[in-house]
């Protein structure tokens, strides 16, 4: 950067409501410079504290870094909203040419041996230092994050290291595209009459899209993608067309040639299984589960084998229920892949004779936000009002402040609610700025949580009011419960702040709040008709809520045989053949043959287009286990707002972030750890 390039302060020093950043004075094109500023000022900082003459102390080192690189953060939250709510071609362009400056200058940090060397020595004599237990964590938790980057490795191994996880990072990168390669490659294009039997209308369309798309007017494409082929298998008649897409559908990644995936997989996993050596761990998921709730495979797979039994005992019920329907048509078959969702859901429209349509006008969006609001109020005690007239980063962002019961601020609130071209799908909760109470370098104290939720929900017309579906409603809730794990949160250091927890522990907050949608009592008060004000009548909602468990054993078999295999694979003694491996594990676990894993290992994004989720499929249904449990406790008292119950709650979870075990954060709410009876309960498979 040169003098002549001004930086535009607004970035870096928010002087908006309460702290909130002055969106309305920050232009895209600040973003690039800004960025190379604040990258080189932490680069300095880090200097100055690796280069301390004065011997490491706490207060030297392990603050000095939390406090660091505070501008860089603020650019970084305010470019990365804008980046997922609000892109353009210029935001774009910015985007691929910062993510890996990003990479780069945190990996050096992580490289950084004479910053290395003052962590290590305080953790080697962290009993000495009289430190509580969340600044005890605080420097586990740096110290951790320096020996998983390889700081302690000789520089021969740091360099094999590093050679690894740029390997890792190409082959995951190939592996996604390999998947979207032969999505795309494959359509069976359909014409007559007789191939489309049973499809409806809102399909019917979609393949008509899809035909034209790919230059076939006129005709009507089947493709591999999950809005297209699922509804297919579910609705089309022709059991010949239906097993030919579904054949299709599993085999992506599998097909030969040049996007065949499966030796990219025994690269992966024999690399992966390297690195964890070399970083002393006995295999890929000891590593990867070190940090994590969960803590060993051994309890993962436990739970998950737990969970299969009744699940595949359930499946084989269904399954028996799906094959009377078969041989009611006359037909003499086994239930197959191919069958399973078109003869449920025939059981399913049988049993449970609603749409989705007749719940629409009870679920506005107003009233919804209210809900939630009203929820955490009689929990936590806080209230939130809406500010009307500042500036979000977006015309359709809504502030609101949010008091605790002593009317003191403690948050303020953005909801991002409608759909736009600008924005990516999905739903999600972030932070502008996250609670602490460490003293800033200039002056100030501690630092207001600045939370925001951004969902998809369509506009509606002007003047009408926006409803939503059940799963719109519900996701409303999800992300709001992150947002509380944000505002609630009293700690003091910045990096164990709100959701600074472990991938298997960073759910339950938000699962655990969409609970009480449901609860009777805020239903009544704000599902009501938007028309004429009438609550959502109970016959309706009976049947919503019974529908829920329906054909579970099948949904469990699907996902719990998947996360098994990510388990087997990261665990295993030796890396021979992936797919073999795949095959041995549905074999030992009995696999029915009437259903297939949810993602098979070819197609397996989770655990191979990159290493988010790689022996972390699993805790999608650990924190299933912990929310359902931790309702259950509410449920237990008699009142799903029991005060005593919701102080604990508070107090050991919403507050907590990730200064104390997740574990001992969880027995210290509940009294014990989770069982998974109430999960099972919670999806008709109990006992
Ligand atoms: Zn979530």
């Known amino acids: 950067m040169t003098a002549s390039t001004p930086l535009n302060p607004a970035l870096t020093t928010w002087t908006g409501h309460e702290g909130l950043p002055r969106f309305d ?67 774009q362009a910015l985007e691929r040419d910062i993510a890996p400056k990003m990479s780069r200058h945190y990996s050096k940090i992580g490289m950084n041996a004479a910053l290395f060397k003052r962590i290590d020595t305080l953790w080697e004599n962290r009993d000495s230092l009289g430190l509580d ?66 499809v409806p209308d809102f ?16 005709k009507y494409a089947v493709t591999l993608s999950r809005s297209i082929i699922e509804p297919f298998l579910t609705f089309s008649d022709n059991r010949e067309l239906r097993e030919k897409a579904f054949r299709a559908w599993i085999a992506r990644g599998e097909n030969g040639g040049e996007t065949d995936n499966r030796g990219l997989i025994a690269e992966t996993l024999a690399l992966r299984a390297e690195k964890a050596k070399l970083l002393g761990y006995a295999n890929y998921a000891a590593l990867k589960l070190d940090n994590t ?46 069958d399973w969702r078109h003869y449920a859901e025939k059981l399913r429209a049988e049993k449970f004779n609603f749409s989705e349509g007749e719940l629409k006008p009870y ?42 019961a002593g009317g003191k601020l403690v948050a303020l609130f953005l909801g991002d609610y409608f759909a736009r071209s600008s924005k990516r799908s999905g739903a999600w909760m972030s932070a502008f700025q996250s609670q602490h109470k460490l003293t800033l370098k200039n002056g100030a104290v501690g630092e207001l949580p600045i939370i925001y939720n951004v969902c998809n929900f369509a506009k509606p017309a002007e003047g009408k009011p926006a409803l939503l579906s059940l799963d719109d409603a519900r996701t409303l809730f999800h992300e709001f419960g992150h947002a509380l794990h944000g505002m609630l949160s009293n700690v003091t250091y910045p990096s164990v702040s709100g959701t600074g927890v472990s991938r298997d522990f960073v759910e339950l907050p938000s699962q655990l709040y969409e609970h009480w949608l449901t609860v009777p009592d805020i239903l009544k008060r704000y599902a009501v008709h938007y028309q004429t004000g009438e609550p959502m009548p109970e016959a309706l909602l009976d049947k919503v809520l019974a529908a829920r468990t329906f054909n579970s054993g099948f949904a469990t078999v699907e996902f719990t045989s998947s996360a098994l295999v990510d388990m087997a694979y990261h665990t295993a003694e030796t890396q021979s053949e992936p797919m073999a491996l795949e095959a041995a594990t549905l074999e030992k676990i009995g696999m029915p043959q009437s259903i297939v894993m949810r993602h098979r290992s070819p197609h397996f994004l989770h655990v191979f287009s990159g290493d988010g989720y790689s022996a972390g499929y699993y805790s999608y249904m650990w924190s299933e286990v912990l929310d359902a449990d931790a309702f259950a406790a509410f449920e237990e008292t008699g009142n799903p707002f029991d005060p005593g119950m919701a102080q604990k709650l508070k107090d050991n979870v919403y507050s907590v972030g990730g200064s104390i075990d997740p574990e001992d954060a969880y027995k210290g709410f509940r009294g014990k750890l989770p069982s998974p009876d109430a999960m099972l309960a919670k999806k008709g498979l109990a006992a």
């Open 203 to 218: 399909l019917r369309d979609a393949m008509a899209a899809a035909a034209s798309d790919r230059g076939e007017k006129g």
């Open 293 to 338: 709730m969960a803590k060993t495979p051994e309890a993962v797979n436990g739970l998950l084998m737990q969970v299969w039994e009744k699940a595949a005992a359930r499946a084989r019920e269904e399954e028996a229920d799906l094959a009377k329907l078969v041989a009611a048509e006359g037909r003499n078959h086994d239930v197959m892949p191919w």
């Open 133 to 198: 237990l969340e600044a005890t964590r605080v420097l586990e938790r740096h110290w951790k994050g320096f020996v998983k980057s390889g700081a302690k490795l000789a520089k021969d191994d740091q360099e094999r290291l590093a050679a690894i996880n740029e390997t890792l990072a190409g082959l995951g990168a190939k592996f996604g595209q390999n998947v979207l390669a032969d999505e795309k490659s494959w359509a069976l294009f359909l014409q007559s009459e007789e191939d489309l039997a049973g």
């Open 363 to 404: 679920l506005q969006l107003e009233k919804i936000i209210d809900a939630c609001f009203d929820v955490a109020q009689r929990l936590f005690g806080i209230t939130a009002t809406e500010k009307k007239g500042i500036a979000g980063y977006h015309p359709d962002v809504r502030v609101f402040e949010i008091r605790d």
């Open 25 to 91: 004075l920050v232009k895209d094109t600040d973003f690039a410079p800004a960025f190379e500023a604040a990258f080189k000022a932490h680069e300095a900082e880090i200097d100055e504290i690796a280069a301390n003459h004065e011997a490491p102390t706490f207060d030297n080192t392990v603050i000095a870094l939390e406090i660091a690189g505070d501008a860089l953060s603020r650019i970084s939250s305010i470019f990365w909203n804008k980046a997922g709510a609000d892109t353009n071609e210029t935001i």
